[in-house]
């Protein structure tokens, strides 16, 4: 067992970033409690199993990971501080948010994006996502995992190989989206196209039918760190920008932040 500590710069809403995770985790990989956050993962075929567990009076997170092999410690605390957004500055992004027309409360000040652990993951999920509910689209990605399961012992989020038309037919969504998912998970096989993902160019997923800029978004704000994202075609912004006079390009380099505060904004609104 490995301990360490990741530290942030507050404010840090902890309460959002676990609520919104939370509500998304997938039983048997990550689960959720009032001030932790554990999850397992596949590192080359050998279970890690990572806890985080919020400290608010020290600003940070003590690390427990638990792996075969301590060459696996660095890259996991990398990932894991991009996921938990431990490195964001509130003070320039508060500025960017100002910038745009967005009052910053003290319910969004601090507001963090909440990360996946890798970008095929992060597609996955926006591809289920496309034009159907938040909750329809979580049940998807469980039901993924539970069929892939059924094939094989799994460790983690399954990998691109794991996603099969077996597999995939058994999911209850239109034969397009199902074809869209069978396919994003061939380019992510191939070890060039995933190199480019992971550096952060999506150009050649834009060449598979049905992934479009929002997919290539969302993949970059929650699988990949990216802090400017700005996803003006998603129904809840769109729908945000009716009620708030927001100019989105005054708020570069931040507009994730931009994007995520008027998420929670919007889901405030409608419970």
């Known amino acids: 067992m490995t301990t360490s500590f990741l530290s942030y710069r507050p404010p840090y809403q902890w309460a959002p970033l676990r609520e919104f995770i939370a509500s998304r985790c997938i039983p048997g990989i990550e689960s959720v409690t009032n001030d932790s956050y554990q999850i397992t993962l596949n590192c080359e075929g050998l279970p890690a199993n990572v806890t985080a567990t919020h400290q608010a009076d020290k600003n940070g997170f003590a690390i427990n990971v638990d792996v075969e092999s301590p ?3 660095n890259p996991i605390l990398d990932t894991l501080t991009r996921v938990l957004d431990c490195n964001a500055d509130w003070f320039q992004i508060e500025e960017g948010l100002n910038n745009a027309g967005l009052k910053v409360t003290a319910n969004t000040r601090g507001i963090r994006l909440p990360g996946v652990w890798t970008p095929f993951e992060a597609g996955c999920r926006a591809i289920f996502g496309q034009q159907v509910s938040v909750s329809a689209a ?3 990605t469980k039901l993924l995992v539970d069929l892939v399961r059924q094939q094989k012992p799994l460790i983690g989020f399954p990998t691109p190989y794991d996603i099969t038309e077996e597999v995939v037919d058994k999911i209850g969504m239109p034969a397009m989206r199902k074809r869209t998912l069978l396919h994003f ?3 992510m096989r191939n070890p060039n196209i995933e190199a480019q993902v992971c550096a952060g160019d999506l150009s050649a997923l834009l060449a598979i039918k049905g992934i479009g800029p929002w997919t290539c978004q969302y993949i970059a704000l929650r699988g990949l760190g990216d802090p400017d994202v700005w ?8 729908r ?10 005054a708020a570069k380099p931040w507009r994730s932040y931009l994007t995520l505060t008027l998420w929670h904004d919007y889901m405030e609104r409608e419970q």
């Open 71 to 73: 060459h696996f410690i």
């Open 138 to 140: 979580i049940n998807r």
């Open 185 to 187: 998970a061939e380019a």
């Open 231 to 238: 996803l003006e075609k998603d129904l809840a912004i769109l």
């Open 240 to 249: 945000q920008c009716e009620r708030y006079p927001i100019n989105a390009d």
